[in-house]
């Protein structure tokens, strides 16, 4: 493995240990916009060689850990689900109810 394959290497693994570190609701966007734009450049600067390479995995890495970061932002409030054949109701305060199956379709 050469040197610039094993430096990668490291700040893919640095990268993905950041990545698994909480973050706040509100911030998830950014946060996922940046673990995703650094991992891009570095395993597109490893693949390719080039500062293109890199230039372009961090443009799509960040996008794409932007779009990942808003999804988990979410507050998903309350909600029906269906679990174990029963329907639920679950509140935005954390309660869960076992409700009519009339209200899961």
Known sequence: MSPRSSLAVLLVAAT????????????????GA???A???A????????RAGGAVAGAV????AGAAIGSSTSKNR??????SGGRCYYHYSSGKVTR???SYCY
């Open 60 to 63: 799509v890495g960040g996008v």
């Open 34 to 36: 940046a673990i995703g």
């Open 77 to 82: 409030g309350s909600y029906y689900y269906w």
């Open 42 to 49: 570095v395993i597109g600067g490893a693949v390719t060689g």
């Open 99 to 101: 409700v009519s199956s």
């Open 38 to 40: 650094v991992t891009g």
């Open 16 to 31: 993905a240990g950041f990545a698994a570190a909480p973050a706040s609701a509100g911030s998830n966007t950014a946060t």
